[in-house]
């Protein structure tokens, strides 16, 4: 019986960013890609990102990662890419490479003259009593499916690890509808950037540091947990154990690579603690010791999706390189400069030092690293800019149509803003990938904050909103003033009113409850501000407020509604309660059953 | 002294929507003097159904084109007035009448209007909740519909002061001056009002308003009760009505069941009382058709009133006797479902002489005068 034997030139394992870019490299300069992959589609972990990445403009910074993942897909079907979904490479043997095609339950071999291994990582787990509990999670598998299916696995979450993952997915789950209780983060120091550690901040929740997770408490499934701080040595301090009231862990502690066919590939694997632990030892050009074998993206180092893009690319460029003949150097450089440039600044530092271990040189520094002191000219509609990292990030200054932002001619810099430039515009607002630069206002009686929102429903003109500051504490009422709404790509801009001072201290706001909402009527749910808007509007006369609202056409027969909605118009008139409501009170006064009614003809 | 083009008297849905249609079509200088405030008369007490399904020819054409103004309401105006075209289900309990429906049916299909005949035996498969005993034919007219009758005045005022229209509420008309036979203006609690036409729009009090004139109006008010239960889940998208078994019903988008129906016995008046015996007769007779309300709880119960024409059909025109004077009355119950269509045609009439889209001669005083007339049947 024939057997399915299929052949390609460069076999690509995994369709993650890595391995796309690699395929998309080498196969637009002629060579023959397959690429296998476990998913449903292609894409790996970028489908199921909702937040915007950082970079270089132009090298999909500021767009969303399950864009970026539709953008190489659309890539790799023009250029005729062969690819394999969820099939998963389980072996290289010393006769061929063999997929496991899982939906139709067969095995494929493959013949293959190079192969570029982007197989990614996994996610680390950790010990604590309980840990096997149902309602225990990877940050991954939450994401799965919470952004891919659509199903939030909780209502209350723990999370553990405050790297960029475990921010990321804290602000998804807020974002989803779901709550975030808490933070937990073993380290003394927030591990991801301090825009996504704000963005999660400022909606109030706590990241509490130097604690970590004891113990998940449930029979059958989590109902909490127990957390406590540790000592130096992370050592957990007995006395300060308590207990969270969650349903859901989400577990965000770290990736290791996946090394098993690179193992069996018979590269040269190092302990390299700083790029994630055991890898392929690999040049500059992501080539291992096996000359036809090429890594990329996490698995050559745990790091970020758009690292693993530009070393998908060079690894693509190099292997076609070496296939075709063609002298594609340029390429490559060019790739090694924007790998140089991402890491660069203070987050790249131990993956300069682990590459470092293999031979490999990074240069660092070079880049800006003064704030900017000034908060602008008061009065004045402008952008403040809140972002005191070197982060490789660079949609501001590029967004900017008057060119006032700059980062100081590296991508690492600190972005300043010449506001003699700005112009107000707020593109920058929508665009920033860490929704950390907001909109400014001072007036006479008032100031106005813009602040970029990506949540669901957005608030309309007029309505009152709770004020949050930076920490997430509560700060008063204010008023929505403007509604940016950003159709392309969904970071609104809500320009909030709020007392004058405020405007320094107010970076985030959120609905009111239902609860909270102040109540006029019960029966028909009219609030307080409904009632105003409606006097606002022109409806002046109480018997007209009282139709266009419904107030007192409910089960109540305006009890409750009845003198609280004429005190409002009375207030607002000037008038007394007696001017306005001549009022007329029909029966039945309580509500009366049919049945009663036929009822009433038994003697 | 302050004057207008165009006065109109009452700030129910008809005026307003001449108003508003007047202003539409460039008139501006207009003003509306309602007594009390605005959907306080019959437009405020009504079911709200806006139906189709007529039985004289001219009504169907009428009804028509205030459906299409109806779904484009919101569009005009900028009010979300509940508008739901969920059906109407008339339903006939006699031979006579299911005669009558298949006749209609006929003469509606010639209209271009979708409408359905259906055996008691659809209808059961159709909607399982109504008990189709004694039913011996329905018609289904699927573009139907209903509508929040305060919503809808409230519209078209908005939409009418927003295009200049002065509306004068708690300002009652108490005399109309006319001059040799030519409207001079009106006497108001709010003082005198120059004008050259005056509409009449008052409703209940439409005979009253044609006395001041000098114009003899053959209208006639009756009290019509109308009750409302709680809430229920919302399952009953259509308006169910019978003619001969005398109730009409819908379920308003907030899920209450609205209901009621006409009393032979009423006296000529305007009544705002309401009787037990309504609910009473109520209660029996729809619980049996629609089971599912026994265990529902009435709310709220409250009178309006019918201005009866002769003929069941309103009395729209100018006088003839009395040069500036106008009227739209007498809509014997159909006003709410009427309004846009008469509204439109009437400023159209006013402004450029005639209507562009719908008749509205065939609905002049003068078919009321001596000759015989046809009466529309499809009343409750």
């Given at each position: 019986m024939d057997r399915a034997r299929v052949k390609a030139q460069l076999l690509v394992v995994g369709g993650g960013p890595a391995g796309l870019t690699g395929a998309i490299a080498a196969a637009e300069n002629g060579v023959d890609v397959l690429v296998v992959d476990e998913g449903l589609e292609p894409g790996g972990q970028l489908v199921k990102q909702t937040h915007k990445f950082f970079g270089h403009q132009g090298f999909y910074a500021s767009k969303r990662g399950f864009e970026i993942a539709k953008i190489l897909k659309d890539k790799v079907k023009n250029l005729g890419i062969k690819v394999m979904s969820q099939t998963t490479l389980v072996g290289f043997y010393d006769d061929c490479a063999v997929a496991y095609d899982r939906e139709n339950n067969r095995t494929i071999e493959i013949d293959y003259d190079y192969v570029l291994l982007a197989t990614g990582a996994s996610e680390r787990f950790l010990i604590f009593k309980n840990n096997m509990l149902p309602g225990v999670y990877g940050a991954g598998a939450v994401q799965t499916l919470m952004n891919q299916y659509g199903v939030l696995p909780g209502e209350d979450f723990l999370i553990v690890g405050a790297g960029n993952i475990g921010l990321i997915v804290a602000y998804q789950i807020m974002q989803a509808g779901g709550n975030v209780r808490a933070i937990v983060e073993i380290s003394d120091k927030v591990g991801g950037y301090e825009v996504h550690a704000n963005k999660v901040k400022r909606m109030g929740i706590p990241i509490l540091l130097r604690h970590t997770i004891v113990e998940a408490i449930g029979k059958g499934r989590v109902k909490g947990a127990v957390i406590a701080r540790v000592d130096e040595n992370y050592r957990i301090i007995e006395e300060t154990k308590r207990e969270i009231v969650v349903d859901t862990i989400c577990l965000a502690v770290g990736l290791q690579p996946s090394v098993e066919l690179a193992n069996q590939l018979k590269v040269e694997l190092v302990y390299i603690p700083e790029l994630g632990g055991y890898i392929p030892r690999r040049d500059e050009n992501m080539r291992t010791s096996a000359s036809n074998v090429f890594v990329a993206g996490d698995l050559a180092a745990i790091e970020e999706a758009t690292s693993a893009m530009a070393e998908g690319y060079i690894a693509g460029y190099a292997i076609a390189q070496d296939i075709t003949g063609k002298d594609l150097s340029k390429e490559m450089e060019r790739y090694r400069e924007e790998l140089n440039d991402l890491r660069r600044g203070p987050f790249g530092e131990k993956i300069r030092k682990g590459l470092r271990k293999m031979g490999i040189d990074v240069p660092s520094g070079g880049y800006r690293e003064e704030n900017q002191k000034d908060f602008g000219p008061v009065g004045k509609l402008r952008a403040v800019i809140e972002c005191y990292q070197n982060i490789p990030c660079n949609p501001c200054e590029a967004v900017c149509p008057t060119n006032a932002i700059d980062t100081g001619g590296n991508i690492n810099g600190i972005p300043h803003i010449n506001y003699e430039k700005c112009v107000g515009c707020a593109m920058c607002v929508m665009k920033c990938p860490g929704l950390a630069i907001f909109m400014v206002q001072e007036f006479d009686e008032y100031s106005v904050v813009g602040i970029p929102y990506e949540f669901e429903p957005l608030p309309e003109k007029g309505q009152k909103v709770i004020l949050m500051d930076r920490g997430g504490k509560e700060v008063g009422e204010g008023v929505v003033h403007r509604v940016m709404v950003n159709k392309k790509d969904k970071t609104h801009v809500v320009f909030v009113a709020m007392e004058r001072g405020l405007e320094r201290t107010v970076r985030h706001f959120r609905l009111p409850t239902r609860e909270e909402e102040k109540i006029v009527c019960r029966c028909e749910e009219v609030t307080r501000e409904d009632v105003e808007k409606a006097i606002d509007m022109g409806f002046t006369d109480f018997e007209e407020l009282r139709r266009y609202l419904r107030i007192g056409m409910g089960p109540c027969g305006g009890r409750t509604c009845r003198l609280l909605a004429a005190g409002i118009l009375a207030r607002k008139l000037g008038k007394s309660i007696e001017e306005i409501s001549p009022m007329t009170l029909r029966p039945p006064s309580i509500p009366l059953p049919f049945s009663a009614i036929l009822r009433g003809d038994e003697k | 002294m302050k004057s207008y083009k165009i006065c109109i008297i009452g700030g129910g849905i008809?005026?307003?929507?001449?108003?508003?249609?007047?202003?539409?079509?460039?008139?501006?200088?207009?003003?509306?003097?309602?007594?009390?405030?605005?959907?306080?008369?019959?437009?405020?007490?009504?079911?709200?159904?806006?139906?189709?399904?007529?039985?004289?020819?001219?009504?169907?054409?009428?009804?028509?084109?205030?459906?299409?103004?109806?779904?484009?309401?919101?569009?005009?105006?900028?009010?979300?007035?509940?508008?739901?075209?969920?059906?109407?289900?008339?339903?006939?309990?006699?031979?006579?009448?299911?005669?009558?429906?298949?006749?209609?049916?006929?003469?509606?299909?010639?209209?271009?209007?979708?409408v359905e005949i259906l055996s008691p035996k659809m209808v059961k498969e159709r909607y399982p909740y109504i008990n189709t005993e004694r039913l011996v034919l329905a018609t289904f007219g699927p573009t139907d519909g209903h509508a929040n009758p305060h919503l809808a005045n409230f519209g078209y005022i908005f939409a009418a002061k927003k295009l200049g229209v002065d509306v004068y509420t708690h300002t009652e008309v108490e005399d109309i001056d006319v001059v040799n036979k030519k409207i001079m203006g009106i006497n108001t609690t709010a003082g005198y009002f120059k004008c050259d036409v005056v509409i009449n729009a008052a409703g209940g009090w439409s005979g009253e308003i044609g006395k001041m004139a000098g114009v003899d109006i053959p209208t006639t008010s009756y009290r019509h009760q109308i009750f409302v239960t709680e809430a229920l889940e919302s399952f009953f998208p259509f308006m169910a009505i019978s003619f001969d078994g005398n109730f009409y019903m819908r379920q308003t988008k907030h899920g209450q069941f609205i209901m009621g129906m006409g009393d032979p016995d009423e006296k000529p008046g305007i009544n705002r009382d309401v009787s037990f015996r309504f609910e009473r007769e109520m209660a029996e007779k729809m619980v049996k058709i629609f089971p599912f309300l026994e265990n529902t709880r009435i709310i709220r119960h409250w009178a309006g009133c019918y201005n009866m024409s002769p003929d069941a059909q309103p009395i729209i025109g100018?006088?003839?006797?009395?040069?500036?004077?106008?009227?739209?009355?007498?809509?014997?119950?159909?006003?709410?479902?009427?309004?846009?269509?008469?509204?439109?045609?009437?400023?159209?009439?006013?402004?450029?002489g005639r209507p562009k889209e719908v008749e509205i001669d065939f609905l002049d005083i003068d078919r009321l005068k001596g000759k015989s007339f046809e009466v529309e049947g499809n009343v409750v």
């Open positions: - | 008809i005026g307003s929507s001449i108003a508003y249609h007047l202003a539409k079509f460039g008139e501006k200088n207009v003003a509306v003097f309602e007594k009390s405030y605005i959907s306080s008369g019959s437009t405020g007490r009504c079911g709200g159904g806006i139906r189709q399904q007529w039985s004289a020819r001219m009504n169907v054409r009428l009804a028509m084109r205030s459906v299409k103004l109806f779904e484009r309401f919101k569009e005009d105006t900028g009010f979300d007035i509940e508008y739901k075209q969920g059906g109407y289900l008339l339903m006939a309990y006699s031979e006579d009448e299911a005669a009558r429906f298949e006749k209609n049916v006929k003469m509606q299909k010639e209209e271009g209007l979708e100018c006088s003839k006797d009395v040069e500036g004077f106008c009227y739209a009355v007498g809509f014997s119950g159909h006003g709410f479902m009427l309004a846009p269509a008469v509204g439109e045609a009437l400023a159209q009439k006013l402004i450029f």
